[in-house]
């Protein structure tokens, strides 16, 4: 089955324990991207990346890490959390990043930062 | 700063009645426009994207695209309360084309 898969879908952290969150996808996509998504902010991107090694920032990158080592994989690197990086966040992927382009979503990672 | 709008909703129609989801954006370099389902708690899917000026109808949906007022909007025919969600309207923004999200209509559809 075609799908981006994320882990955890929950996680309870305290502030500054590192932590990441995996994106992986079946589908051969050359872009992955990661969002954040907040009561009344909407969908705001975090980090994209066009390809392999190939990585840029979006909007609200501060606070966040990311890298591009296999194409299938895209993980979310916190460093050092804090309460304000609460959110749910997803992984999303397409073919390539074209204007014709459909992202798939990942299912979610709920980050709770105490 | 590129942005997308919608009106937050609560939109409410009786079910089997057209719903009506507006969009406007910033950016007139935009190309296309996407609309998104999103039920509580769970990952958007797409519903339609658009990149032509007018009409574009799929089933039930029926995107619609004016370029020169920068307007995008979703009708939806004969709503069903499975149509409950909240919508998100996305456009492409930026030399990279990434997606500008709205943030978001939710719609309910009244059995």
């Known amino acids: 089955e075609a799908q981006v898969t994320q882990n955890p879908r929950y996680l309870i952290t305290v502030t500054g324990k590192k932590l990441t969150v995996t994106c992986s996808q079946n589908m051969n996509h050359e872009y992955m991207s990661w969002y954040r998504q907040d009561p009344g902010l909407g969908l705001r991107q975090i980090y994209y990346s066009m390809n392999v090694e190939v990585t840029d920032k979006g909007d609200v990158p501060e606070g966040y890490k990311v890298s591009r080592k296999e194409k299938r994989n895209f993980p979310l690197i916190l460093e050092s959390p804090s309460p304000n990086q609460t959110s749910l966040y997803f992984c999303?992927?397409?073919?390539?990043?074209?204007?014709?382009?459909?992202?798939?979503f990942g299912p979610g990672t709920r980050l709770t930062v105490l | 700063q590129k942005e997308v709008e919608q009106n937050s909703g609560p939109l409410s129609v009786p079910e089997g009645a057209i719903a009506s989801l507006n969009c406007t954006y910033s950016?007139?370099?935009?190309?296309?426009f996407f609309w998104y389902r999103q039920y509580s708690g769970k990952s958007p899917e797409l519903i339609m994207f658009?990149?032509?000026?007018g009409d574009k109808e799929d089933g039930r949906f029926t995107a619609q695209l004016n370029k020169a007022s920068q307007y995008v909007s979703l009708l939806i025919r004969d709503s069903q309360p499975s149509d409950s969600a909240t919508y998100l309207c996305?456009?492409?923004?930026?030399?990279?084309?990434?997606?500008?999200f709205g943030k978001g209509t939710k719609l309910s559809v009244k059995p």
């Open positions: 950016d007139r370099g935009s190309q296309s």
């Open positions: 658009i990149y032509s000026n």
């Open positions: 996305a456009a492409t923004g930026g030399s990279q084309g990434n997606l500008i």
């Open positions: 999303a992927s397409s073919p390539y990043q074209g204007y014709d382009n459909e992202q798939f």
